[in-house]
């Protein structure tokens, strides 16, 4: 890659952690702009404020723009390659942010294949305080927001920026009436090859 190629990464904020972590210590070298992770419960509201960021960074930016978002995160049908087809930007190859975390091309299907695990990283806690909050906020009780999760075996939690304890600690206090099965110290690894891959791939492109 030229280093001297600038690189935009446009990605949801439930990276963030993992990003600036990268970043700081120089595994990636990037700009960062983030979108709120708090829209992922609403498709439209993902896609108008994620296009409003990319319209801006690609008017603004002068370098590669790389999409830092999950196959999923759209919806079923492929909305977030179409998406960065329209904008003629590259995407990270992963299904999801777990996806990414895992190693991107679809490791997440591999890791849960009966679909009731929960994986959970530094940006998924934040993610579900905030809904649990919110939700107490609007009058549903503790018991109806930990129902909501009943049919999930249990959490397995990633610990990708080296703060196991913290993220165990902040696991419990949100109240989902779940245990952790598993800890797995993965580490920035995961995350740092998926979006260098893109990038790769953005700055191979013509």
Known sequence: MNEKTKICLVSCSVLKEELQELVKHG????ELVFVSKYFHVDYEAVQKNLRKVLEHTLKCFSGKVVL?????????????????????????DAVNCIDCQLGGKGKFFEADPEHNLMFMGPGM??????????????GVDEATFADMFSGIKGIVLLDTCGSVLKYR???????????????????LENVRQVVFDAIEHAVDAK
């Open 68 to 92: 830092v978002y999950g196959d999923l995160c759209l919806g079923p049908d492929n909305e977030m390659k179409k998406l960065a087809a329209e904008y003629g930007i590259v995407k990270i």
């Open 125 to 138: 806690i934040e993610f579900f305080k905030h809904a649990k909050e919110t939700m107490l906020r609007e």
């Open 27 to 30: 595994g990636l070298d990037a």
């Open 169 to 187: 600690d902040e696991v419990k206090k949100i109240g989902i009436g779940l245990k952790i099965l598993e800890t797995r110290e993965i580490g």
